[in-house]
């Protein structure tokens, strides 16, 4: 694990500080938890928030929770050059155009249908693909 050098990253001084800190990185432990079980509940930020908690309160939580083997698949990518391989990238964008497509009929077809709500919706996915096969192709300076 990489410390940071700067002071920002050093506990907190405040003892209230310390324990709400710690407190907030457990909720994000738990949702991040969640969010390895539920589609559409985001894992990776979730601990990133907890990291930046524990490392701000208490850095024993910090390294137990790099330490969990249910959270070793997100935190690799976390690591400083790490890339996406191109299978996941694949499937992620096979997932996330079913996911559009279905959205957009859903807003689209039937009596009340919206058609530039659907349009929106294919529009926003071809703004978003291009960042995700980005996440594959990060060069590790840029890390």
């Not at 310390?18 to 909720?27: D, E, Q, V, Y």
């Not at 930020?45 to 907890?50: H, K, R, S, T």
């Not at 137990?64 to 698949?73: D, G, S, T, V, Y």
């Not at 807003?107 to 919706?121: E, I, K, M, S, T």
Request: charged share 15%; proline share 9%.
């Amino acid at each position: 694990m990489v410390r940071c050098p700067t002071p920002d990253c050093r506990p907190a001084r405040s003892r209230l500080t310390r324990w709400l800190l710690a407190g907030l990185g457990t909720a994000c432990v738990g949702l991040g938890a969640l969010g390895v079980f539920l589609p559409g509940l985001p894992t990776t930020v979730f601990l990133i928030a907890a990291s930046w908690c524990f490392a701000r309160s208490c850095p024993w939580l910090e390294e137990r929770l790099l330490r969990l083997p249910l959270f070793a698949p997100f935190l690799g990518f976390l690591e400083p050059g790490a890339r996406v391989p191109r299978q996941t990238l694949a499937k992620a964008l096979v997932i996330m155009w079913i996911a559009i497509i279905v959205s957009a009929a859903a807003v689209g077809l039937g009596d009340d249908g919206r058609p530039g709500l659907a349009a929106a919706v294919i529009g926003l996915g071809l703004i978003g693909s291009p960042f995700v096969v980005r996440l594959g192709q990060r060069d590790p300076d840029d890390a």
